[in-house]
């Protein structure tokens, strides 16, 4: 595949993903779901991970090591929403899986912003100043409130499924 097309695909993959995660936490802080947006989420964040592989590279980055974690976290997400439909603690598991690839997806965007915004690249040329680890700990700080309030607003019920829009 022509880099720039991959490059592009990728890229668009990434915002999908990363506009239907937020939409996504938004239902689970209203104790919500919606089987489309959770698919489209899953699906591009899977493919976000998977396509980041065929950028040629002589040796494993960063970015290789933030994918195998992604791909890893989807697992048991994948498993809680489909084979297991939310039951019991499948539906924590579904709700922490998604936070956390949703903040991977965004700790790649703040990464990707230092790196390409010249205002923030000049802050942290090398992604290891302390305005980059700041804005990371914002971001990390924040994922976890906001796992922590949807894991409040969704006990786990024998009847699994959270409440269901589509």
Request: hydrophobic share 55%; glycine share 8%; charged share 10%.
């Amino acid at each position: 595949m022509d880099p720039i097309a991959l490059l592009v695909v990728h890229v668009g993959l990434s915002l999908v993903g990363i506009c239907c995660g937020f939409v996504l936490i938004g239902d689970f802080l209203r104790s919500r779901f919606r089987s489309n947006v959770a698919w489209i989420f899953l699906v591009s964040t899977a493919l976000t991970s998977l396509t980041g592989y065929l950028f040629h590279r002589d040796q494993v980055l960063p970015s290789h090591v933030v994918g195998a974690i992604a791909l890893l976290v989807l697992v048991p997400t994948w498993l809680a929403w489909r084979p297991y439909r939310l039951s019991g603690g499948w539906k924590r598991t579904f709700i922490v899986g998604a936070t956390i690839s949703q903040w991977l997806n965004v700790f790649v965007l703040v990464a990707q912003l230092f790196l390409k915004v010249p205002q923030l690249h000049r802050l942290a040329p090398t992604g290891s100043e302390p305005p980059f680890a700041m804005a990371q700990g914002v971001v990390l700080l924040l994922f976890i409130a906001v796992a922590v309030v949807a894991w409040r607003r969704n006990p786990t019920s024998p009847g699994g499924q959270l409440a269901s829009e589509s």
